[in-house]
């Protein structure tokens, strides 16, 4: 499966946006799918990750009540909504797709994912 974000760019803080990651190769119902992000000089962490079912979310502790990710499995598509962003949000974010026997298992390490997105830059102004 081929991944490609997008919906980064330039926010203040406070303010809100929507990345999208579309899938494309094969239907991508029976992964679990992944956002993570790379801030400048750091390592690529954890933000959010949800089960192929779409039933299950985890959020990584500095985005919890903020960031809301779903998915339209007829689009082939996922989305990371994003609210009152922070300048630490500032960061390339990454999704990824892992495909899964188990459609309720969320993944939460970065290893586990067979497959990337190009990333897409988020940076937020204070």
């Known amino acids: 499966v081929q991944l490609q974000a997008f919906g980064g760019g330039l926010a203040q803080a406070g303010e809100s946006l929507r990345l999208s990651c579309a899938a494309s190769?094969?239907?991508?119902?029976?992964?679990?799918m992944g956002w993570f992000r790379q801030a400048p000089g750091k390592e690529r962490v954890f933000v959010a990750t949800?089960?192929?079912?779409?039933?299950?979310?985890t959020y990584a502790d500095s985005v919890q009540g903020r960031f809301t990710f779903s998915r339209d499995n007829a689009k082939n598509t996922v989305y990371l909504q994003m609210n009152r962003l922070k300048p630490e949000d500032t960061a390339v974010y990454f999704c990824?797709?892992?495909?899964?026997?188990?459609?309720?298992?969320?993944?939460?390490?970065?290893?586990?994912?067979?497959?990337w997105g190009q990333g897409t830059l988020v940076t937020v102004s204070s």
């Open positions: 990824a797709a892992l495909r899964t026997s188990y459609s309720n298992t969320v993944y939460l390490r970065a290893a586990e994912y067979h497959h």
């Open positions: 190769g094969r239907t991508f119902s029976t992964d679990a």
């Open positions: 949800i089960s192929a079912s779409g039933r299950r979310t």
